[in-house]
Every structure is written in structure tokens, then in C-alpha cells.
T-cell receptor
Framework: DTAVSQTPKYLVTQMGNDKSIKCEQNLGHDTMYWYKQDSKKFLKIMFS???????INETVPNRFSPKSPDKAHLNLHINSLELGDSAVYFC?????????????FGPGTRLLVL | AQSVTQLGSHVSVSEGALVLLRCNYS??????LFWYVQYPNQGLQLLLKYTTGATLVKGINGFEAEFKKSETSFHLTKPSAHMSDAAEYFC???????????FGAGTRLFVKA
């Protein structure tokens, strides 16, 4: 039973298109995150949500819009895709979002923009 | 602001040899420190973490790390490497504020037969 799941696993699309990535966690956690991992494996926080409220927005372009319909879901919509958006996007969750908690990661969505 | 530096983007060891992956952090407040492992085409999973208390922390798969405040370090070790340890390892830091964890650039561990 997957704890944090993401769909799709792979996404290949053309520049200028709009796409969405979905994330669901069945751990009963209050806090969810989106990370971007570039080709050099560098992992950077994009957004943090707690109880459906946006807590952290790390200077991500406005083309990226997260949406949390409920505590178990955090989706990422990307408008007008650019070549530089190509990366692996990871969703994660933690129980309450406090600093000492373990984060549980999804398997990642590999986005390639052509 | 918090930061993490992992020394060495690639480390290669022979099977059965000691594994040492280095991590130094910067934090103006007492940090929480983590090591995560990422196997190919997978998400990250926790190896171990330091929050408070004992500075030598034991994790899964025989790994351990020691928090040394005076050296601002949290190096990861394993006495004997196994082929299955080949993966990307990330050191990370957060604080009591939560909601934001800073990851190091990662160290790729190669294990030679």
C-alpha cells in the first residue's frame, strides 16, 4: 500500500503546454511538500502546505500553482512549460510539519519539456 | 540561514570497506539533521536523523552518524559496504520552525566488487 503516490510517473510534453502532476498520501499527515530535483540531483523545496494552507513558497515562478483540495492531496499545475522546467518533481509529506519530523517521499514525476 | 555542504559529489569504496560520507551544516539555531538515501529512479527515504539527545545516531542498514556541534558536522558511516548500498545520499538540515528542510547537493556512493 503506497504511502505517497504521484501521477504520472513520466511526462513528456512540448514547450508552452500546460500540465498537472497529482500527489496523494494515505499517512494521515497534515503537511505536504513539492520539491524539484534537477539533472545534477540537487533537491530544492518549492512549496509547503499545512492543513491545505500554503506555508512556504520558495520564489517559484507564477507559472507553478499548487492546489490542495484536502489534506491528503497536493497537486501541481504548471502553465506555459519551459525547457528549464525539465526535472524530477517529488511530492513528500510529514505529520505536522515540525522540523524534527521525517518526510516521506513519493516516487517522483519525471518531466521532460521538448 | 541554514545550509548544508556535502564534501565529495562521488565516493567510491570496495565491498567490505568503510563508508564515510561527509556533511557539514550551518545553522544559527540548534539544528535537526537528517540523512536520506535515494536509490535509482526512486524517492528519498530516511536513513537516520538527529533531533536531541544522544549524538551518535544509528539508522537502517547498518549506517550511523555522529552529531558534532563543535565541528558543525554530521558525517555518515558504515563499517562494511555492501553492493546494495550504492545510491545517492543526501544530508539535510531543518529547525524548530519546520516546513522547510534544506538538502545538500548529494553524494553518489559507488561500491566496487
Amino acid at each position: 500500500d503506497t504511502a505517497v503516490s504521484q501521477t504520472p510517473k513520466y511526462l513528456v510534453t512540448q514547450m508552452g503546454n500546460d500540465k498537472s502532476i497529482k500527489c496523494e498520501q494515505n499517512l494521515g499527515h497534515d503537511t505536504m511538500y513539492w520539491y524539484k530535483q534537477d539533472s545534477k540531483k540537487f533537491l530544492k523545496i518549492m512549496f509547503s502546505y499545512n492543513n491545505k494552507e500554503l506555508i512556504i513558497n520558495e520564489t517559484v515562478p507564477n507559472r507553478f500553482s499548487p492546489k490542495s483540495p484536502d489534506k491528503a492531496h497536493l497537486n501541481l499545475h504548471i502553465n506555459s512549460l519551459e525547457l528549464g522546467d525539465s526535472a524530477v518533481y517529488f511530492c513528500a509529506s510529514s505529520r505536522r510539519g515540525t522540523g524534527e519530523e521525517t518526510q516521506y517521499f513519493g516516487p517522483g514525476t519525471r518531466l521532460l519539456v521538448l | 540561514a541554514q545550509s548544508v555542504t556535502q564534501l565529495g559529489s562521488h565516493v567510491s569504496v570496495s565491498e567490505g570497506a568503510l563508508v564515510l560520507l561527509r556533511c557539514n551544516y550551518s545553522s544559527s539555531v540548534p539544528p535537526y539533521l537528517f540523512w536520506y538515501v535515494q536509490y535509482p529512479n526512486q524517492g528519498l527515504q530516511l536513513l537516520l536523523k538527529y533531533t536531541t539527545g544522544a549524538t551518535l545516531v544509528k539508522g537502517i542498514n547498518g549506517f550511523e552518524a555522529e552529531f558534532k556541534k563543535s565541528e558543525t558536522s554530521f558525517h555518515l558511516t558504515k563499517p562494511s559496504a555492501h553492493m546494495s548500498d550504492a545510491a545517492e545520499y543526501f544530508c539535510a538540515v531543518s529547525d524548530t520552525g519546520g516546513f522547510k528542510t534544506i538538502f545538500g547537493a548529494g553524494t553518489r556512493l559507488f561500491v566496487k566488487a
